[in-house]
């Protein structure tokens, strides 16, 4: 009465394990998409502020702050 046989419906199963495979891709979808937001905003903040540096780099070599040699030393360890 209350079992409906692997999960075919009846007046008490209503699909029964059939029902859950897509519960549970949902929840796998949700956790995925959940990830990959969290480690898009980690890369996000390294990208502005390494960008940041360089535009702060550009402008101090064009109001000549500084040298060339140090313009490509610091370039080089903002890239790194």
């Given at each position: 009465?209350?079992?409906?046989?692997?999960?075919?419906?009846?007046?008490?199963?209503?699909?029964?394990?059939?029902?859950?495979?897509?519960?549970?891709?949902?929840?796998?979808?949700?956790?995925?998409?959940i990830?990959?937001?969290?480690?898009?905003?980690?890369?996000?903040?390294?990208?502005?502020s390494?960008?940041?540096?360089?535009?702060?780099?550009?402008?101090?070599?064009?109001?000549?702050?500084?040298?060339?040699?140090?313009?490509?030393?610091?370039?080089?360890?903002?890239?790194?």
């Amino acid at each position: 009465m209350f079992c409906s046989g692997f999960g075919f419906g009846g007046p008490y199963g209503g699909g029964g394990f059939f029902m859950m495979i897509p519960m549970i891709l949902i929840l796998l979808i949700n956790v995925y998409f959940i990830h990959k937001a969290f480690n898009n905003n980690k890369n996000n903040s390294t990208d502005t502020s390494s960008s940041k540096a360089m535009n702060i780099l550009n402008e101090r070599f064009a109001k000549g702050e500084i040298s060339e040699e140090e313009y490509i030393s610091k370039k080089q360890k903002i890239e790194e």
